[in-house]
Nanobody
Framework: QVQLVESGGGLVQAGGSLRVSCAAS????????MGWFRQAPGKEREFAAA????????RYADSVKGRFTVFRDNAKNTAYLQMNSLKPEDTAVYYC?????????????????WGRGTQVTVSS
């Protein structure tokens, strides 16, 4: 089973940028699709972005499309979420997740391993 550790969260003003990272331990990272999900206080977990194992396919929630970019470096066993033009409504705990197949999914139930999350707070 792969272990995932997120980093890079923090406090940023509206309009600013942050990059969150997800470091994976174990083998076969390049075989896993990776997803980013977020959960705001009092709200359900929601899909933000995902990337296929090879990095050739990505998908975004409508709410982040054009502002967020998901990418990965399989040589470093790390996935990233670059977040630009941040809005207060982007405030949430951001989780990365690994799916033990090549293809991405927007359903959190289809991911096998999860990190503990990193807090992103966007002030207005």
């Amino acid at each position: 089973q792969v272990q995932l550790v997120e980093s890079g969260g923090g406090l940023v003003q509206a309009g600013g940028s942050l990059r969150v990272s997800c470091a994976a331990s174990g083998r076969s990272f390049s075989s896993y699709a990776m997803g980013w999900f977020r959960q705001a206080p009092g709200k359900e977990r929601e899909f933000a972005a995902a990337i296929a194992a090879t990095g050739g396919s990505t998908r975004y929630a409508d709410s982040v499309k054009g502002r967020f970019t998901v990418f990965r470096d399989n040589a470093k066993n790390t996935a990233y979420l670059q977040m630009n033009s941040l809005k207060p409504e982007d405030t949430a705990v951001y989780y990365c997740a690994a799916r033990y197949v090549n293809t991405l999914s927007t359903w959190w139930q289809q991911y096998n391993s999860w990190g503990r999350g990193t807090q992103v707070t966007v002030s207005s």
